[in-house]
């Protein structure tokens, strides 16, 4: 139960509870004796499996009798809804504001903000203090394949994803803050990068300690206790041993080699997240070995390199990548891992992230053979052709354009062959379409990004 300064009226309701850190916080609360119900504009595996936990939920607009009623920032602070709340004398808060007071629980919070890399780090992190068999809670932004998107055995600590989305990640107050890197992602949001970073240094120093990435040349001029990266810092993998794109190496603190870790998920990039997760594990005081018993444990989190089955016999990977930077690194692992071709499947995540980095998206589209780019998924935003996908597709001449599952099915067929692999990338809903389609299927939940 919380404390009553936090939550004196006991019922909440949340507006776009479907989406993965709303139908996490959402379980939060019902477990601590909250009445929660709450309402999304589609059905998805998120309310499917909150209404299997006793939440109730409806598809659309219904009457808020509660007096506190969440709201996520993809909705519009204007919106009908929220405007109706409030004259009603609703209690309004946002995804973020919610997420602070539920921090502000626990004795120990730790933080985890970027760009790229949140989910993994998050749930790494899960794993390590399972593992370590230390009380915590986690709300992690994805489905880890153990955890899901939120697990709790205990109290003392409080694990969650920070984002800089509105600056959401502001309301956080930890003792360990992560900054895993800085790109610039959220064009809505930030004039520039100098206005980015700005919020970064706010975030950490709003934590006890701050963990960085010393590979990323902004990251590293924010004040932290401890640092780690590839090429540089206090925290670095050394020796690296690849296979299948899983890979092995050992970890040094301060040039000293202190344990050897072998990861089960791929993708070079998975290292990067293991240091960060190792660096803010031993800032509270996990051993070397606990933390490598934990990271091996991880198996990945849906949506990030996973294989959602077979399309005509070939392998099909699905990746949240919606960013140049996270696209590239997709491509760099499945070309890893391809005896053939890698086609590449790509849905655009919102005009303004399009239009602003759409030299940066051409760049890293053309390294593919022939790729298909999806309608863009408009998220929060109004149409925009200088931000849309035909906009994209008409400046890489390689590329094609397609807007419904039936000819993105056909198009695949007519292009892939022996050895090839499917990578389909978006943090929209590709996913549910790409699995739509499918002649063979692995279990996963269709999720989508209500960002």
């Known amino acids: 139960m919380f404390s009553n300064s936090f939550f004196p009226e006991e019922s909440c309701y949340f507006i776009g509870i479907g989406g993965v850190s709303m139908s996490a916080l959402a379980l939060l609360l019902k477990e601590r004796g909250v009445r929660v119900r709450g309402c999304d504009a589609r059905e998805n595996g998120f309310t499917r499996r909150l209404r299997e936990r006793g939440v109730p939920v409806t598809i659309g607009e219904e009457e808020i009798r509660e007096n506190v009623v969440v709201y996520t920032e993809a909705v519009d602070r204007h919106a009908a809804c929220l405007e109706r709340a409030r004259r009603a004398g609703k209690r309004l808060l946002s995804r973020a504001e919610l997420l602070g007071r539920v921090a502000e629980e626990y004795p120990h919070v730790l933080a985890v903000a970027g760009c790229h890399g949140k989910t993994s780090s998050t749930a790494m992190l899960a794993h390590i203090f399972a593992e370590g068999r230390r009380p915590f809670t986690c709300h992690i932004g994805g489905e880890d394949r153990e955890f899901g998107n939120y697990c709790c055995t205990g109290g003392e600590y409080f694990l969650t994803e920070a984002c800089e989305f509105r600056r959401s990640f502001l309301r956080l107050r930890s ?15 930030y004039h520039d990068k100098a206005e980015l970073l700005g919020a970064y240094r706010a975030f950490a ?42 890979y092995t190496f050992t970890v040094t603190e301060k040039d000293v080699p ?29 051993s070397p070995e606990e933390i490598r018993r934990g990271l091996e444990r991880f198996r990945g989190v849906r949506r990030r390199f996973e294989q959602v089955g077979t399309l ?63 309608r863009t998924y408009a998220a929060r935003e109004a149409f925009s052709f200088d931000g849309s996908a035909v906009a994209l597709v008409s400046r890489v001449p390689e590329a094609s354009y397609v807007q419904t599952p039936e000819n993105l099915k056909k198009r695949l067929l007519e292009e892939i062959g022996e050895g090839d692999i499917v990578l389909a990338l978006g943090a929209g809903d590709i996913y549910e379409i790409i699995t739509g389609i499918l002649d063979q299927t692995s279990i996963s939940l269709p999720l989508h990004s209500q960002e």
Do not use: W
């Open 175 to 189: 003792d360990v803050a992560v900054v895993l890197n800085t790109d610039l992602d959220h064009t809505d949001c």
């Open 205 to 246: 120093a709003g934590g006890n300690r701050a963990v960085v990435n010393a590979d990323d040349a902004d990251a590293r001029t924010i004040p932290h206790a401890l640092s780690f990266g590839l090429y540089a810092g206090d925290i670095r993998a050394r020796n690296l041993f690849e296979e299948g794109e899983r």
């Open 258 to 286: 202190v344990v050897r870790i072998r990861l089960g998920v791929q993708g070079k990039v998975q290292v990067c997240n293991a240091l960060a997760a190792y660096a803010a594990a031993r800032l509270s005081g996990f």
């Open 312 to 374: 005509h016999g070939v392998p099909v990977i699905c990746d949240y990548a919606h960013h140049p930077r996270e696209i590239s690194a997709a491509l760099d692992a499945a070309e890893g891992i391809c005896a053939g071709t890698v086609r590449l499947v790509f849905q655009p995540h919102t005009y303004t992230r399009t239009r602003d980095l759409m030299k940066d998206f051409v760049c890293v589209l053309r390294r593919a053979e022939n790729p298909i780019v999806y």
